[in-house]
């Protein structure tokens, strides 16, 4: 009896995780509404709940995202990319909150950014993320130029062409588009055949010069 029970349990499991890549396909083609009723049932699967978060996040339903964010990193709190996305959560959050209650978002932001970082070096994305957090915080909450730029070496010592878009990141938020345009011309004379080196100086050009031509 408990061997046919646990088959029963095993064909029922099976075809519920075999919905997490077709609702991760549905994903990244932008279709969140079919992907959420694939994960809808599997309400204590990581994997579930991590992409129902990212769906909640992109659809701007900030409580929920870090509400189920929130379970996922207490399932797996050593992985950066979740600590990232919580990180991501929190900061909108805090956007929307008011005065009193943003310096607790912003404390959970920076908290889960850091992590992410330490936990992966290379998740440049989260650097990226720490540089305006760093750049617009104030002291009291953990803000600082000199950690923006830490930030942006670090990044610049471990890919080239990344550390280049760091550093655009940070002279962006500081107004100093001069010096953002330059790394991010030396970009493309370092990489002439970089489509991506390309693209961030036509966003660059097309957001802060309005060149669009």
Sequence with gaps: ?????AATALLIAA???AQVPQ?????????????KRLLAPMTNNPDALFLLGKIALLQEDDEAA???????VEA????????YWFGLANRS???????FKQPFYAGKMREALEHAVQLDPNH?????????????????????EEKAIAQAAEVSKRDKFMGHRAYARMYIRQKKLDLARKELLDAVR???????????????????DKDYP
């Design 1 to 5: 009896m408990t061997i046919r029970i």
């Design 15 to 17: 075809p519920l995780c």
């Design 23 to 35: 609702a991760t396909a549905l994903y990244e083609q932008a279709r969140f509404e079919e992907a």
């Design 66 to 72: 870090t509400s189920i964010l929130g379970k996922v």
């Design 76 to 83: 797996r709190p050593a992985n950066a990319d979740v600590q």
């Design 93 to 99: 959050v805090m956007m929307h909150s008011s005065f």
């Design 124 to 144: 440049f994305e989260a650097r990226l993320a720490l540089i305006d957090y760093y750049i617009f915080a104030p002291a009291i909450a953990g803000g600082s």
């Design 190 to 208: 370092e990489q002439p055949a970089s489509a991506v080196a390309h693209t961030a100086l036509g966003t660059f050009y097309g957001a802060n």
